[in-house]
């Protein structure tokens, strides 16, 4: 089976995986994603939210900053900085086992506590009883603030986020998402083109 895109352009974000409706999609064994069979169509469609193939860094700016947002392509681009805070858990457990003093896990906690959020889109190492492996990653969902303990600290692996992004949206209310540089990109060419009323219940 031929790769969806060239793989040395895949950042296995798993967009695509969201949008593939018809099961056009599997996996190889690394997690790339191919085509069980060929639909012009269909690939058109699967490709749109690709963030690894012939996509518009100039459209997506405008989408999430409006068209009057400065684009300099010679220069890095950090969207809009309102202010830069240094900031950590109060909560030594959290600050322990989180990385980077614990400060995205506390902020999902705190968002289920303040019942912003009924549930957040976050990491886990696999299960020994999955097959666990301490290099790899995999997404979850947590629905309460002990599923949390499972996402504590950074996972330096490659991990398919946004395939868990549309089971989600369609049974949760609010929630969260903890995403890479490259994620984030792919769940917005999703809200423009697949997930629309996704910014609706993408509380942070």
């Not at 995986?17 to 085509?35: C, H, R, S, V």
């Not at 049974?171 to 917005?188: D, H, I, M, N, V």
């Not at 083109?193 to 609706?200: A, C």
Request: net charge positive; with cysteine.
């Amino acid at each position: 089976m031929e790769p969806l895109i060239p793989k040395d352009l895949c950042t296995r974000c798993g967009a695509c995986f969201a949008a593939d409706t018809k099961n056009f999609l599997a996996e190889d064994e690394k997690g790339f994603p191919i085509l069980r069979k060929r639909n012009v169509d269909e690939e058109r469609r699967l490709k749109r939210v690709c963030t690894g193939h012939n996509w518009n860094y100039r459209e997506l700016l405008d989408y999430v900053h409006g068209s009057e947002h400065p684009y300099d392509p010679s220069s890095p681009d950090a969207g809009k900085i309102r202010q830069v805070r240094i900031a950590w858990a109060s909560d030594p457990t959290l600050r322990s086992r989180g990385q980077s003093g614990g400060i995205s896990i506390s902020l999902l906690r705190a968002g289920f506590e303040l019942d912003a959020i009924d549930s957040a889109l976050a990491v886990a190492r696999r299960r020994r009883s999955d097959g666990y492996n301490p290099f790899a990653a995999i997404p979850f969902i947590a629905r309460t603030e002990s599923d949390l303990i499972e996402a504590a600290g950074s996972k330096y692996a490659i991990c398919p986020s946004l395939k868990l992004i549309r089971e989600i949206h369609d049974k949760s209310e609010r929630f969260a998402a903890t995403l890479l540089p490259c994620q984030t990109a792919g769940l917005y060419q999703l809200m423009r083109t697949e997930l629309p009323n996704l910014s609706e219940k993408l509380k942070f």
